[in-house]
């Protein structure tokens, strides 16, 4: 009796075990591999290929750093014996889910601490706020604590000056190399600034570089993982190909901002606002990831630098990294479309609409109202915590009237406006999966409620989406100008009574989410660099 007990106790934990694993290995499938590399990687010289190799090694070493950061420990992944959590472990960096809200998925690990390694995992906000000195809110320090128990600051180049020292001699190296004089430039005071953590310089030295076929982003640049303050940066590194052609076809379009802006469908007076045009939209070939921008969700542009001081003094540059984009469309979006359109209008999904659509959501960012017509200050100071999220939700939009306008002036070549919108609406329900946690996830599903209420799209007999493109231009003008009229009245209580009321997912959609997953399209991809 003894035994059987024992024995049916056993399974329990065996079947507990392997449910385990099955889920973890579930969550890996949520991520398609993607190999990386590029027919760009051809047509380069032997010496960009000695610099490529170099900017590949310090990016090894971001991802070391990245891991310390984040989590603490570079070899965890190491430390593991399950497959499938070794999987989960290298693309979240951690035993936290970053699709997840950060759920722990390694048995024995409680919540992530919000600081990460960014301080110390004990530290509560009114410690941090408490504590005096005024390096504490500087992106490029760490929090520590001394043999006392007291805080204390230590700079990056400090705390991590091992790891740094190895970076700062592959990229002294290329820089040696290297035939262009803007990449030179670049390499040697991103050194300097990784040996200072002062990246102004080397900033003004990466939006001077223009002609360059092979460019690198890497160092602390985002500050989005540490959910205590958001005020710590993260390592990170891109490596990426110059399109020549596609960037050339972009060029255009960056001088049309000024006319683009007049055609906004709102009130006069919130579009005086003249964008500048000397901000810089280039499309790539993204060949590496690594450290924060490889964890968990991947980007599919970049925008940068954050510092406003380079802002002001020379814009920015927008990064659309053209192959990533590509392979999310493939491996998710089309899937998602052919999951929920109906048969007839499935021909409307294009990966060229995505491609236009992901660009003018950037380009938008830097269009409509920058300062409200009522003497509430900057759109940004009088939105407050509902900025992001509208912002978003403009970019998006706005992005996809500029297509359909662009489209209709013969400016974009190859695609419908059915095509954008399409592939518009297909890349909302991709998005709106993220989950509510986000900015970016609480736009899309402001966006996807208006066009649904407005009527831009139905179900048919068979429960598949019908889009009716008439309805959907006017849905689209009529998104945009509640948007921007509420930006430029800087309308801070209708923008929190209504995201509350519309950032939401029906119980239809929830449906349609629930489909999506069991049919197993990927949420997101991961990369097997094979160059
Ligand atoms: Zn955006």
Redesign the pocket.
């Known amino acids: 009796m003894k035994k059987a007990l024992f024995l049916i106790a056993m399974g329990a934990i065996l079947t507990g075990c392997q449910e385990q694993r099955a889920d973890i290995q579930k969550k890996v499938d949520e991520y398609a591999v993607v190999k990386v590399s590029s027919p760009l990687m051809d047509k380069l010289s032997d010496k960009d290929k000695q610099v490529l190799n170099l900017f590949r090694q310090a990016g090894q070493i971001i991802d070391e750093l990245f891991w310390e950061q984040t989590f603490g420990n570079p070899d965890f992944t190491s430390s593991l014996k399950d497959g499938a959590e070794k999987m989960y472990a290298g693309i979240n960096y951690g035993p936290w889910d970053r699709l997840d809200d950060n759920r722990p998925f390694i048995e024995g690990f409680g919540e992530k601490p919000l600081g990460a390694n960014y301080y110390p995992a004990d530290i509560t906000a009114e410690e941090f706020a408490a504590f005096s000195d005024p390096d504490k809110n500087s992106p490029y320090t760490v929090l520590r604590r001394d043999e006392e128990g007291n805080l204390k600051c230590i700079w990056y180049r400090d705390e991590y000056k091992d790891k740094l020292d190895r970076i700062c001699l592959y990229l002294e190296e290329a820089a040696a190399i290297t035939d262009n004089e803007g990449l030179r430039n670049y390499l040697l005071k991103r050194v300097e600034a990784f040996r200072t953590d002062d990246y102004f310089e080397s900033d003004l030295a990466w939006m001077d570089m223009k002609d360059s076929k092979i460019d690198i982003v890497i160092g602390p640049v985002e500050s989005y993982d540490d959910k205590l303050n958001e005020l710590k940066t993260s390592y990170e590194c891109f490596i990426l190909l110059k399109d020549e052609e596609r960037s050339a076809e972009l060029a255009k379009y960056v001088s049309m901002l000024p006319d683009l802006q007049k055609m906004l469908p709102c009130k006069p007076e919130y579009k005086t606002f003249v964008p500048g045009t000397s901000s810089d939209l280039n499309v790539y070939d993204a060949i590496y990831y690594s450290g924060d921008c490889n964890a968990g969700s991947k980007t599919i542009?970049i925008?940068l630098p954050n510092d406003d001081r380079v802002h002001a003094l020379k814009g920015t540059r927008r990064l659309q990294l053209h192959n990533s984009m590509m392979d999310k469309f493939g491996k998710i979006l089309l899937p998602i479309g052919r999951a929920l359109i109906e048969d007839e209008q499935q021909k409307h999904l294009r990966s060229e609409a995505f491609f236009w659509n992901v660009t003018f959501?950037?380009v938008?960012?830097g269009l409509g109202v920058k300062q409200t017509v009522n003497g509430l200050g900057s759109v940004d100071e009088a939105m407050g915590d509902e900025k992001t999220t509208w912002?978003?939700a403009k970019?998006?939009i706005l992005g996809l009237f500029m297509v359909c306008e662009l489209i209709d002036m013969e400016e974009i070549p190859l695609i419908s406006k059915e095509d954008a919108i399409t592939t518009y609406i297909a890349g909302l329900v991709r998005s709106v999966r993220f989950g509510s946690a986000s900015s970016?996830g609480k736009?899309n599903m402001m966006c996807y409620n208006f066009m649904r209420e407005y009527g831009a799209f139905t179900r048919n007999r068979d429960g598949f989406y019908h889009i009716d493109y008439d309805k959907a231009l006017e849905a689209i003008d009529a998104w945009a100008d509640l948007i921007l009229t509420t930006q430029a009245t800087g309308n801070y209580m209708f923008a929190k009574e209504y995201s509350a009321n519309h950032a939401k997912v029906s119980e239809a959609l929830s449906a349609d989410i629930a489909h999506i997953n069991n049919l197993g399209i990927p949420r997101d991809i991961t990369f097997e660099f094979v160059w």
């Open positions: 542009a925008n959501h950037e938008a960012h912002e978003e970019a998006d970016h736009a």
